[in-house]
């Protein structure tokens, strides 16, 4: 996180009077717990205690509010009932001046910034959307935005972002299912009590043109309007034809700022126009042998991806797209009793659509090593809903004399997606099946541009086939009902408590053509942690956090380790148990150098039981286990009055201890690698004001080797990498800002998501653009 060298604080309200969900009122004994309230806050004053988490200059903060102060950051989701030094876990908060000085524009921009992340490949689920890897563990059902969970599979724009909150370890007693690495939360720009307007445009290389505008409005003593606006055209620097189009408009109210009952009403619309990339085959160490007396030009390689030219680019213009789009409504509620109790109701409906066509350049059928690259059309059409009611209610209050710093609530979710898939023929054939098309084995699978060549495939050639609906398409729902409290409790001002718990009772069913499945659990996750305070500005923690991943965990929006239903085999993923997790993890966090900069460490281990495997008969079982042990240390603040810095370093070992398999390949891989997950992983970012209008920028970033499998027979995997980049910026005639950012500085190729199977995907290459910025 960057930090101000004054304090900012951003209150957040809205109004209400009375709350209820499903008809019953959740006051939960307000009345008692505030005359408990009302006894700590006279205890207090008795004792003239000052807690600069809770307060500012000797003014009360709801707990609500935010506070850009190292060390200080207060979540705006009320479950996290500490601030940052007093929380036991690993968190980074990448605020939004670290977000417009990196040009972050999507939130894999952003989460470059974070180490320890990788972004993972897809296929049928999710192809071309974010699949974020947090400590190795998928986090596309673990990301939430304004403190709920939101799975529809996207590419996320960070033009209405305020910031981004990374918390890493299990997470299951705060966020519920899912959450084994942790979770990714996304806090949206909210109106605020004063006038500003900012806006900007940019243009760059590769066809970069971006214009955004971020305005405020207060129009009565306690209401203000928020618009937020998008528009972005770019290129992808070297990768061919790739091209991203996307627009998005964002328009919030509140009313009652600034008084204990608060109103706010969101609205959130993005879409996306791209051709997007298709990837780099691998060079498979494994080769399937031709039978049509096709020369072989190739040997086995080692599993990366094949060495061809930068711009390589496999796709077809004339065939390929996708076209995404997002709409989300929110209703906050909000009401403080008094300065020490509030309750929060939120309500939202979401839905997110999904019409992708891309070409995936398909190795599998051994074609690279005569030369040849299958273009294999994968397809997503999706429409996926969420429907959700939360209700926290939380505060201090002082119970068997401790200070309790509680939160409580219960949610009630509902989400719902349907899938489909296109499929390519060519004269009636379908190019999927046999061998004529997918080993490029006949003069048609050339002349209808079904295949290419490996080394000079031209994106413009006239794909002759035409595309049918599969009509084979099939609906996946969980409803959810959740219950939970985490509490802060101080037993000493050097000695603090947190705990969790939670209670998810979820219903799965998945429906196809093939049949109905359907499955109930109830997910009980807690955590607990101990944080001793040696000085006011340190404190050293020890936690320990499980959470659990129910069979459909991503309602078929992502990848499932354990699906509803039948596999290729027809085994079916219904009768498998929960996947469960659990994080043991000690660390340290201090504030230093007069508290403008916060030093962290930790050290974890996490164990996952019960995911799915195959059994050597063939199988599948609950058998499986794996074992992730890392370190992590960073440092974010001001070191002098004009050096900042954010810096972070990650190290993890993942290990699959018993990875299963049948036949053969039973226990190979066992002790081998974990996928997407980097041993070594490193971010730093650093500014400099040389005057007090001129600042300049550098980004380093490395990524060691991240495996799509560490097969032993046949591993695929994308090599280490380092990046640059810089900055600069010029602010002039008060008002304006003249921005320069190059990415990529050096123009190194790499790797950014590595599949299981069959491709990776390839960064852009070096990419300039000039932003002018204005801000009144």
């Given amino acids: 996180m960057i930090v101000h060298r004054k304090y900012r604080v951003e209150k957040i309200r809205g109004t209400v009077s009375n709350l209820t969900l499903c008809g019953t009122t959740l006051l939960l004994g307000a009345q008692s717990v505030a005359h408990a309230a009302d006894t700590l806050k006279r205890d207090e004053k008795k004792k003239k205690t000052h807690d600069p988490a809770i307060h500012q200059q000797g003014r009360p903060l709801p707990a609500h509010e935010e506070i850009d102060v190292v060390g200080q950051w207060q979540h705006r989701s009320p479950k996290f009932t500490a601030p940052l030094l007093d929380t036991p876990k690993s968190v980074k908060i990448i605020s939004r001046e670290l977000l417009d ?33 947090l400590r190795g563990f998928d986090a596309q059902s673990s990301t939430f935005v304004d403190g709920l969970r939101d799975v529809g599979a996207q590419s996320r724009e960070t033009f209405n972002v305020e910031a981004v909150e990374v918390i890493k370890g299990d997470s299951g007693a705060i966020s519920g299912r899912a959450g084994a690495g942790g979770s990714i939360v996304i806090d949206s720009k909210m109106p605020r009590l004063k006038n500003s307007l900012d806006a900007s445009l940019g243009f760059g290389n590769a066809g970069y043109k971006r214009g955004t505008l971020d305005g405020n409005w207060q129009f009565s003593r306690t209401g203000a309007f928020r618009l937020n606006l998008m528009g972005d055209d770019e290129n992808k620097a070297g990768r061919g034809p790739t091209e991203f189009k996307r627009y998005g408009v964002a328009p919030s109210v509140s009313l009652g700022l600034g008084t204990p009952d608060r109103v706010t009403l969101m609205y959130y619309h993005m879409q996306n126009d791209d051709l997007p990339d298709v990837g780099i085959p691998y060079d498979n160490p494994t080769f399937n042998a031709r039978t049509d007396g096709a020369p072989r030009l190739m040997t086995a390689g080692n599993g990366a991806p094949v060495k061809v030219p930068f711009d390589t680019w496999y796709g077809l213009v004339n065939r390929d797209s996708d076209q995404d789009s997002i709409d989300m409504g929110t209703l906050r509620l909000e009401h403080d009793f008094n300065s020490h109790l509030h309750i929060r109701n939120t309500t939202r409906y ?40 939360q209700t926290d209610f939380y505060g201090t209050v002082s119970l068997l004399g401790f200070r309790n710093q509680f939160s409580t609530g219960m949610e009630f979710t509902r989400e719902q997606g349907k899938n489909d898939t296109d499929t390519a023929y060519v004269n009636g054939v379908n190019v999927a099946s046999g061998t004529n098309f997918t080993h490029c084995a006949t003069a048609l699978a050339f002349t209808s541009h079904t295949c290419t060549t490996l080394s000079n495939p031209n994106p413009n050639d006239m794909w002759t086939g035409d595309i049918r609906r599969t009509g084979n398409p099939n609906s996946t729902r969980m409803d959810t009902k959740a219950v939970y409290l985490t509490d802060t409790v101080t037993f000493m001002p050097q000695l603090l408590g947190n705990f969790g718990v939670r209670l998810d009772n979820v219903q799965s069913t998945y429906r196809a053509q093939a049949g109905e499945y359907g499955r109930g659990d109830n997910l009980f996750t807690y955590q607990g942690g101990l944080v001793y305070k040696p000085a006011r500005n340190g404190s050293i923690y020890a936690s320990y956090a499980t959470s659990a991943i129910p069979p459909g965990n991503s309602v078929g929006q992502g990848a499932d380790d354990i699906s509803l239903g039948a596999d290729r085999t027809g085994n079916i993923g219904s009768v498998l148990k929960p996947e469960r997790d659990r994080t043991i993890e000690v660390g340290t966090k201090w504030n230093v150098l007069h508290d403008r900069v916060t030093l962290t460490g930790a050290l974890f281990q996490i164990d996952t039981t019960n995911f799915k495997i195959a059994t050597a008969s063939g199988g599948i079982s609950n058998g499986g286990s794996k074992r992730t042990r890392g370190g992590e240390v960073g440092v974010s603040g001001h070191i002098t009055r004009d050096w900042s810095m954010t810096a972070g370093y990650s190290y993890l070992d993942a290990r699959l201890v018993q990875a299963g398999g049948s036949g053969a390949a039973a226990g190979l891989m066992n002790g081998r690698r974990a996928p ?68 990529n500085l050096t123009n190194k190729r790499y790797f950014t998501q590595a599949y299981v199977t069959h491709y990776a995907l390839q960064a852009a290459g070096r990419t300039a653009f000039v932003t002018l910025n204005a801000h009144f």
């Fill in 350 to 389: 979401s839905e997110t659509s999904q019409n992708d066509l891309w070409t995936m350049p398909d190795d599998s059928q051994g074609n690279i090593y005569y030369g040849y690259v299958y273009r294999r059309l994968n397809s997503r059409v999706s429409t996926f809903d969420t429907a959700i009611n």
């Fill in 676 to 743: 997407n997950t980097p041993e070594n992983s490193l971010a730093l970012w650093n500014t400099y004001d040389i005057t007090p209008g001129f600042k300049v920028g550098s980004g380093v970033y490395y990524m060691g080797k991240v495996y799509g499998a560490d097969s032993p027979t046949a591993p695929k995997y994308v090599p280490g990498y380092w990046r640059f980049d810089i900055m600069a910026s010029y602010r002039f005639l008060k008002h304006y800002t003249l921005q320069l950012n190059i990415q």
């Fill in 101 to 133: 000085q990196t040009a972050s524009h999507t939130l894999v921009d952003a989460l470059r910034n974070v180490p320890g992340i990788t972004m993972g490949a897809g296929e049928g689920g999710n192809p071309v959307g974010d699949r974020p890897f």
